[in-house]
């Protein structure tokens, strides 16, 4: 009974509009108050405390700095520029290009609305005079920002480990195998859309262009080559390889590009600080509703109702993907996971569920929450960006739903698509 009140208090408080903070913070404060009353307050602050002291989480701050350098900067659109000169000249053109783009963006960055930000304000304007509707156009460039979630360094991936102990360099190299399968199939997608509305293609590059454009943006790409290449040889970890991202991006921008001053990486910092505070902040509440979530042993009583209802993996995976979808529709995607992991991953693993399948999963999963309306995230950062009605973009955003939804089903029922890289990497 009491469970069920602190739930319903969490929903008036979402609904009442407050921050993430209170409908998070003020729920788990309220269970301890009426369930755990003797638990010394102090013990509450050590979990708050402990759900933000994890050398893990560190990458979280590198790689969201990271991003804001590269985007306020020239990495952005040189890696735009080549994934130009690759596809830009196929069936569906500038199309292919946004999605490559915001692979390749999402391959420095980990960030979904830094994509948005990044491609929507470059490649915008190209799709509407290469012939594509406007609601197409929306919804192509706020869907496959969602790769970024999903191609490493992922930051949904990072917090996901963080909770479950999953080795984030498995879970990186999951997320690039499923980045890649939703990746392709937008780009199907685009390909029909281009041949309904006619696209005029852009001429081929000769190669010897594309060889030229490749070796001049050959500092940007050096940025995934550290950060792949280092992480998926062992030779550093994903935090080291964001602190060295952070480091990199600085050198390029500020000393070869020359497009990047004090004054400018002065504010970068501030806004990169304010966007770190603002997650951790709901990672410190995220470790007190862990640990309620234990001592109410709500993962057993989650596993005796499925047994008691005679349900398998394929109806608790099920169960899974309907939790995530709801909630992705009102929360944001990092307090998604943080309510919903906790007592669902001990359940997954009692189904036998692969713990980077189960990652894989999730994020999936927090990728179509972001696109999902009423308040799918990357639909407000697409909103502000161009300056276009929310309502535009949600109309234009629900064919990629679909889309989203197949390739989900395809890795939620096939393991072995998350789970071939890092069986093949790792063994």
């Given at each position: 009974m009491?469970?069920?009140?602190?739930?319903?208090?969490?929903?008036?408080?979402?609904?009442?509009?407050?921050?993430?903070?209170?409908?998070?913070?003020?729920?788990?404060?309220?269970?301890?108050?009426?369930?755990?009353?003797?638990?010394?307050?102090?013990?509450?602050?050590?979990?708050?405390?402990?759900g933000?002291?994890?050398?893990?989480?560190?990458?979280?701050?590198?790689?969201?700095?990271?991003?804001?350098?590269?985007?306020?900067?020239?990495?952005?659109?040189?890696?735009?520029?080549?994934?130009?000169?690759?596809v830009?000249?196929?069936?569906?053109?500038?199309?292919?290009?946004?999605?490559?783009?915001s692979?390749?963006?999402?391959?420095?960055?980990?960030?979904?609305?830094?994509?948005?930000?990044a491609?929507?304000?470059?490649?915008?304007?190209?799709?509407?005079?290469?012939?594509?509707s406007?609601?197409f156009?929306?919804?192509?460039?706020?869907?496959?920002?969602?790769?970024?979630?999903?191609?490493?360094?992922?930051?949904?991936?990072?917090?996901?480990?963080?909770?479950?102990?999953?080795?984030?360099?498995k879970?990186?190299?999951?997320?690039?195998?499923?980045?890649?399968?939703?990746?392709?199939?937008?780009?199907?997608?685009?390909?029909?859309?281009?041949?309904?509305?006619?696209?005029?293609?852009?001429?081929?590059?000769?190669?010897?262009?594309?060889?030229?454009?490749?070796?001049?943006?050959?500092?940007?790409l050096?940025?995934?080559?550290?950060?792949?290449?280092?992480?998926?040889s062992?030779?550093?970890?994903?935090?080291?390889?964001?602190?060295?991202?952070?480091?990199?991006?600085?050198?390029?921008?500020?000393?070869?590009?020359?497009?990047?001053?004090?004054?400018g990486?002065?504010?970068?910092?501030?806004?990169?600080?304010?966007?770190?505070?603002?997650?951790?902040?709901?990672?410190?509440?995220?470790?007190?509703?862990?640990?309620?979530?234990?001592?109410?042993?709500?993962?057993?009583?989650?596993?005796?109702?499925?047994?008691?209802?005679?349900?398998?993996?394929?109806?608790?995976?099920?169960?899974?993907?309907?939790?995530?979808?709801?909630?992705?529709?009102?929360?944001?995607?990092?307090?998604?996971?943080?309510?919903?992991?906790?007592?669902?991953?001990?359940?997954?693993?009692?189904?036998?569920?692969?713990?980077?399948?189960?990652?894989?999963?999730?994020?999936?999963?927090?990728?179509?929450?972001?696109?999902?309306?009423?308040?799918?995230?990357?639909?407000?950062?697409?909103?502000?960006?161009?300056?276009?009605?929310v309502?535009?973009?949600?109309?234009?955003?629900?064919?990629?739903?679909?889309?989203?939804?197949?390739?989900?089903?395809?890795?939620?029922?096939?393991?072995?698509i998350?789970?071939?890289?890092?069986?093949l990497?790792?063994g």
């Amino acid at each position: 009974m009491l469970l069920a009140l602190i739930l319903l208090l969490a929903v008036a408080l979402l609904f009442a509009g407050f921050e993430m903070l209170l409908v998070l913070g003020v729920p788990a404060l309220a269970y301890k108050a009426g369930f755990w009353g003797s638990l010394p307050d102090a013990a509450v602050v050590q979990k708050m405390v402990g759900g933000v002291d994890h050398a893990t989480l560190l990458a979280i701050p590198f790689f969201i700095f990271a991003a804001n350098l590269m985007g306020s900067g020239q990495i952005a659109r040189q890696l735009l520029g080549v994934v130009t000169a690759l596809v830009g000249h196929t069936r569906g053109g500038i199309g292919h290009v946004v999605v490559g783009g915001s692979m390749a963006f999402g391959s420095v960055s980990g960030s979904a609305p830094a994509t948005v930000a990044a491609m929507g304000r470059m490649v915008y304007p190209e799709m509407r005079a290469a012939g594509y509707s406007e609601k197409f156009s929306l919804g192509l460039l706020v869907a496959s920002a969602e790769t970024a979630l999903l191609i490493p360094p992922s930051i949904t991936l990072i917090v996901y480990g963080w909770i479950t102990g999953t080795s984030i360099a498995k879970l990186f190299a999951g997320g690039l195998a499923v980045g890649v399968v939703l990746g392709l199939a937008f780009a199907v997608f685009v390909r029909i859309q281009a041949a309904r509305d006619g696209v005029t293609l852009s001429p081929r590059m000769p190669w010897g262009v594309r060889l030229r454009t490749l070796w001049q943006a050959k500092w940007a790409l050096g940025m995934p080559v550290i950060i792949l290449v280092g992480i998926y040889s062992g030779i550093i970890t994903p935090t080291e390889a964001a602190a060295v991202s952070v480091v990199y991006a600085i050198l390029v921008e500020m000393v070869v590009f020359r497009s990047l001053g004090w004054k400018g990486l002065v504010e970068i910092t501030e806004q990169s600080a304010i966007n770190t505070a603002i997650i951790f902040v709901l990672l410190a509440m995220g470790g007190l509703i862990s640990f309620f979530v234990t001592l109410a042993q709500v993962p057993n009583e989650i596993i005796a109702l499925l047994q008691s209802a005679d349900a398998g993996r394929i109806t608790f995976l099920i169960v899974v993907n309907l939790c995530f979808f709801i909630a992705g529709m009102f929360v944001d995607p990092n307090s998604t996971v943080l309510v919903l992991v906790p007592p669902l991953y001990p359940v997954a693993m009692s189904f036998g569920v692969d713990p980077v399948h189960f990652g894989m999963i999730v994020t999936l999963n927090v990728c179509l929450g972001m696109i999902t309306p009423p308040f799918g995230l990357d639909i407000f950062v697409a909103s502000s960006t161009l300056g276009k009605p929310v309502n535009e973009i949600i109309r234009g955003v629900w064919p990629f739903v679909l889309v989203n939804l197949i390739v989900l089903m395809l890795i939620t029922y096939i393991p072995q698509i998350s789970l071939f890289i890092p069986h093949l990497i790792y063994g």
